[in-house]
Nanobody, 127 residues
Framework: QVTLVESGGGLVHPGGSTTLSCAFS???????LAWFRQAPGKERVFVAA?????????YADFVKGRFDILRDSGHENVVHLEMRNLEPEETAIYYC????????????????????WGQGTQITVLP
């Protein structure tokens, strides 16, 4: 069982930047970490993921070039989501997720690939 705790949510101005963090309780072999988000009235969608062993990132098309998912350089069990040029439509609850099993080919962005979830943190981009 992996426990995930997100932090860093809050208010952001349009065009602004912020960083979310996800601290997790243990780091199984073959661990993948991901971020998803759920806007009001909408389904939860994939944002970014990485495989911990290599740090190779994967991004949803709508965040490429603006978001970075990164392993923390100082703490072994923390992953960050750096976000830039945020827009009001990106107001959402951002969730950290993890799995200790490699996602099936083509399923990195699938919620069903992740077995552990945090409670989420709210990001509000002011209109």
């Amino acid at each position: 069982q992996v426990t995930l705790v997100e932090s860093g949510g809050g208010l952001v101005h349009p065009g602004g930047s912020t960083t979310l963090s996800c601290a997790f309780s243990q780091r199984p072999r073959n661990m993948w970490l991901a971020w998803f988000r759920q806007a009001p009235g909408k389904e939860r969608v994939f944002v970014a993921a990485l495989t911990w062993s290599t740090g190779n990132p994967y991004y949803a098309d709508f965040v490429k070039g603006r978001f970075d998912i990164l392993r923390d350089s100082g703490h072994e069990n923390v992953v960050h989501l750096e976000m830039r040029n945020l827009e009001p439509e990106e107001t959402a609850i951002y969730y950290c997720a993890a799995t200790a099993t490699d996602p099936l080919s083509g399923e990195v962005a699938s919620q069903e690939s992740y077995h552990f979830w945090g409670q989420g943190t709210q990001i509000t981009v002011l209109p």
